[in-house]
Each structure stands twice: as structure tokens, then as C-alpha cells.
């Protein structure tokens, strides 16, 4: 079974920037597994950021960018605001048409 | 502009079964293959499953499968998610989304909520 790893939170200074991560339980993340993003509100539905692992979706800030870091893939945010602050998840397309989300990593801005 | 919404859910007790439905509207239903991802009170987005454009491929999570199965209607502009064997753990809110390719999930319903009582 596959296992995506995030870190559960995170603390950012408004202006800062800040690196979100998601990685494999075992192995290493590469564009092979088209790394996206999401960002989650409470109670809203989750809005797309990044997709292919450094594409932006339309209407996404450019102080939204993805990368793959070493074996990991990461979300970076520079530059944050107080509406980032959000629930943030990967997905990882993990072949044989299945994909897993990531556990998902509270931002929180302050 | 593309809507997604799903209805269907509420409260069922365990071991029975729950079908749910998403009404697309605002694209090309037909064209594009569809998710089921649900959240669970509390906790993080899990991915259920998919179904291509045209029905040929279905693909589940581990957790899911065997007990539930995708379904579309492109005549209807729906999809569906049967669940059969419902469990606690099944409670959570379900997502339907559009995947309109590049390996991502574009566009996400409001969700509709599954209770699954002991």
C-alpha cells in the first residue's frame, strides 16, 4: 500500500516564504507520479494550485510555485498571505488509473 | 460554467447499501473522465475512485474496493457511486470532481454527506 507523507503543519510569517513537502513512504517522488496540489479551506471544497508538479492552474497566484525537492515533492508559497492559511494536500498519480492523496498539512499564518 | 452536484447521502446504517449521484453541467461531460474522493470528519481528502470518459476503465482506492463501483450515465451528464457494505469508517463527506486531463483533478462538487450508523 501506498503511503504519501506531508508534515502535518506549518507556521509561516505574513511576507515569509514557506515549503511544503510530500513525500513517498518508500521511494522518492519524481514527475513520474505528476505531483498536484490542493488547497482546502474549512468547509469549502478544495481549490486546484498546482498540477504536473510545477504547472499552475488557472487563477492561481504566481507566489504559488511546485518543484520537486531531492526525493520529495514540494508546494512553495512566497511571499504568504493571511488567506493562505489552509489545509494543503498533494495527489500522486500512482499508475493503473489510482491515485492517494497525501495527509495533508495545516498552514497556518502568523 | 462547470457545476458539479452531488446528492444521495445521508444517514444508513451499517451493512447496507447507498447510491450516490453527481449532476455535471457547464462541459462536456462525456469527454472527460471523473472522481469520487471523500473526507472524512476531521481528516484529510482520501481518493475513492475514477472512470474514464467512455466507461472503459474503472479504478478504486484500497479501501473501497470490492464494495463500492463507479458508474457514469453520459446521457444524463451523471456519475454515480454505488457503495454496498457500508462501515463506520465509510462516514465522510464525498467529493465529485472533474479531471480534465494533465494528470489532475480540475473542478470539485460541494460535496454530499454519507453517515454510516453502527
Known amino acids: 500500500q501506498t503511503v504519501v507523507t506531508q508534515e502535518p503543519s506549518c507556521s509561516v510569517s505574513p511576507g515569509g516564504t514557506v515549503t511544503l513537502t510530500c513525500g513517498l513512504s518508500s521511494g522518492s517522488i519524481s514527475t513520474t507520479y505528476s505531483p498536484s496540489w490542493y488547497q482546502q479551506t474549512p468547509g469549502q471544497s478544495p481549490r486546484t494550485l498546482i498540477y504536473n508538479t510545477n504547472i499552475r492552474s488557472s487563477g492561481v497566484p504566481d507566489r504559488f510555485s511546485g518543484s520537486i525537492l531531492g526525493i520529495r515533492a514540494a508546494l512553495t508559497i512566497t511571499g504568504a498571505q493571511a488567506d493562505d492559511e489552509s489545509d494543503y494536500y498533494c495527489m500522486l498519480f500512482i499508475g493503473g488509473g489510482t491515485w492517494v492523496f497525501g495527509g495533508g498539512t495545516r498552514l497556518t499564518v502568523l | 460554467q462547470v457545476q458539479l452536484v452531488e446528492s444521495g447521502g445521508g444517514v444508513v446504517q451499517s451493512g447496507r447499501s447507498l447510491r450516490l449521484s453527481c449532476e455535471a453541467s457547464?462541459?462536456?461531460?462525456?469527454?472527460?473522465?471523473m472522481h469520487w474522493v471523500r473526507q472524512a470528519p476531521g481528516k484529510g481528502l482520501e481518493w475513492v475512485a475514477a472512470?474514464?470518459?467512455?466507461?472503459?476503465?474503472?479504478f478504486y482506492g484500497d479501501t473501497v474496493k470490492g464494495r463500492f463501483t463507479i458508474s457514469r450515465d453520459n446521457s444524463k451528464d451523471t456519475l454515480y457511486l454505488h457503495m454496498y457494505s457500508l462501515r463506520a469508517e465509510d462516514t465522510a463527506m464525498y467529493f465529485c470532481?472533474?479531471?480534465?486531463?494533465?494528470?489532475?483533478?480540475?473542478?470539485w462538487g460541494q460535496g454530499t454527506l454519507v453517515t454510516v450508523s453502527s
Open positions: 457547464g462541459f462536456i461531460f462525456s469527454s472527460y473522465s
Open positions: 470532481a472533474a479531471d480534465f486531463g494533465d494528470f489532475k483533478i480540475d473542478y
Open positions: 472512470i474514464l470518459y467512455d466507461s472503459s476503465g474503472q
